[in-house]
T-cell receptor, first 114, second 114 residues
Framework: DAKTTQPTSMDCAEGRAANLPCNHS???????VYWYRQIHSQGPQYIIH???NNETNEMASLIITEDRKSSTLILPHATLRDTAVYYC???????????????FGSGTQLTVLP | EAQVTQNPRYLITVTGKKLTVTCSQN?????MSWYRQDPGLGLRQIYY???????DKGDVPEGYKVSRKEKRNFPLILESPSPNQTSLYFC?????????????FGQGTRLTVV
């Protein structure tokens, strides 16, 4: 699976959009981009995933660049409860449900400030 | 409510005393796995199971056993715990190994071996 690079930490004001970047320059055509988050010592929580088109769900939006070498997770109106470590993970398409093996890097600690 | 349930949430034990951490999911998922999380090392997969009676080693299986006698349950067994198994443990499940699907994680079990 491709390696990802994320900033170690970011701050965001409550109510503002949080934009979390992820670089995955070695991504191949059959790899998905997944985002999970982990609120302090709780189990990781799935947020969203995509292949090449932008995706949106009730939690967030995922913007993937045209060359697929980077992506941005957008939390449109961050709240204090969004403070967590956010993990960007690249996994091969078709390798199954992502519980198969998720390689969690260090992630980005997002702190939402009041 | 769809969930993965681990028990116990917290456990302090002594070296060499066998213990079992239970994991149960109510979503009829085929795939289940166990991770441990340690500071600076992230989440690492211990064992996984693709279906009933099918289990395999992950990245750090030494000192652990698992079983999958029923689809919903995937217990983690430490036959002779040692202090280096002090960690935060997570169980995860996902619907199938053939699709890119989200993983559902339990709330974690914090184990201390003294």
């Amino acid at each position: 699976d491709a390696k990802t690079t994320q900033p170690t930490s970011m701050d965001c004001a409550e109510g503002r959009a949080a934009n979390l970047p992820c670089n995955h320059s070695t991504i191949s055509g059959n790899e998905y981009v997944y985002w999970y988050r982990q609120i302090h010592s709780q189990g990781p929580q799935y947020i969203i995933h995509g292949l090449k088109n932008n995706e949106t769900n009730e939690m967030a939006s995922l913007i993937i660049t045209e060359d697929r070498k980077s992506s941005t997770l957008i939390l449109p109106h961050a709240t204090l409860r969004d403070t967590a470590v956010y993990y960007c993970i690249v996994r091969v398409k078709g390798r199954g449900g992502s519980a198969r093996q998720l390689t969690f890097g260090s992630g980005t600690q997002l702190t939402v400030l009041p | 409510e769809a969930q993965v349930t681990q028990n116990p949430r917290y456990l302090i034990t002594v070296t060499g005393k066998k213990l079992t951490v239970t994991c149960s999911q109510n979503m009829n998922h085929e795939y289940m796995s166990w991770y441990r999380q340690d500071p600076g090392l992230g989440l690492r997969q211990i064992y996984y199971s693709m279906n009933v009676e099918v289990t395999d080693k992950g990245d750090v299986p030494e000192g652990y056993k698992v079983s999958r006698k029923e689809k919903r349950n995937f217990p983690l067994i430490l036959e002779s715990p040692s202090p280096n198994q002090t960690s935060l443990y997570f169980c995860a499940s996902s619907p199938t190994i053939r699709e890119n699907t989200e993983a559902f994680f339990g709330q974690g079990t914090r184990l201390t071996v003294v």
